[in-house]
């Protein structure tokens, strides 16, 4: 009973600190307007990514504590065992009655899935602009020049009943009656009232999806995927090292 109490009790304070985590990101200063190093700055880089290691701390601790308890329990045990022989077989098929049914269930419960994908009736439209392309991969055609084929991704989500739409600006007549839209690493500037448009879908109730990649950003340090997060606390970094002449040469 302490055991399963302490676990969950140490991630219940873990989930307390990490629910946080917004408001400090939003004390802390930008990126512009700090000079050199500051723990404002460590706060910065080290929150989110780096705060489970807050978890594994708050866990690690509770695991010393189990093994150091347990290894009372079983010293003390051991001493009752040499004065009265060892347990009992009852109490050894008592254990066996519970660990082994634990054991030939612990797969399927955590691994099975009885319910089918469905996504029948559901309308999902992908934006067609963006570093990539919709064509199908071909067989003997590999490399460098055959990467960022999308083409595949229609098929697949219809092959669970969605009906998929990939539409040229996003306008409004194709995000009417649709459930989710994806934007797939924009790289062109947005036309006036795009991205308007695209969070009054949200508003609605509706899902968006934004793929976007830590390697690029335009001159004026900003990308066309952190634009569409504008509204909220998401950002996708820039956190890659490049050479000083500029590409991937």
């Given at each position: ?91 050894r098929r008592m ?99 795009q991205l308007e ?53």
């Amino acid at each position: 009973m302490y055991a399963p109490a302490a676990i969950l009790a140490g991630h219940l304070c873990y989930l307390v600190v990490l629910s946080y985590v917004p408001d400090v990101v939003g004390a802390a200063p930008s990126h512009e307007a700090q000079q050199g190093w500051s723990w404002a700055g460590l706060a910065r880089k080290a929150v989110p990514w780096n705060l489970s290691m807050l978890a594994g701390v708050i866990q690690l601790l509770v695991a010393a504590a189990m093994f150091r308890w347990s290894a009372v329990a079983a010293a003390a045990a051991a001493g009752g065992s040499r004065r009265s022989g060892g347990p009992s077989l009852r109490a050894r098929r008592m254990l066996w009655a519970v660990v082994l049914p634990a054991v030939v269930l612990l797969p399927p419960i955590t691994c099975l899935q009885l319910s089918r994908p469905d996504l029948q009736g559901k309308k999902i439209v992908f934006y067609e602009k963006g570093f990539l392309n919709w064509l199908k991969p071909e067989h003997g055609n590999y490399g460098r020049l055959s990467s960022g084929m999308y083409g595949m991704l229609p098929p697949y989500l219809e092959s669970f009943g969605a009906k998929v739409v990939i539409s040229p600006d996003m306008s409004q007549e194709d995000l009417r009656d649709a459930d989710a839209a994806v934007l797939i690493f924009p790289d062109q500037p947005w036309a006036a009232g795009q991205l308007e448009g695209i969070w009054d879908f949200v508003r609605r109730g509706g899902s968006l999806l934004v793929l976007g990649e830590h390697t690029t950003r335009d001159r004026d340090g900003k990308t066309r995927f952190n634009d569409a997060l504008e509204p909220t606390q998401m950002r996708v970094a820039f956190d890659s090292a490049t050479f000083a002449v500029g590409g991937w040469l």
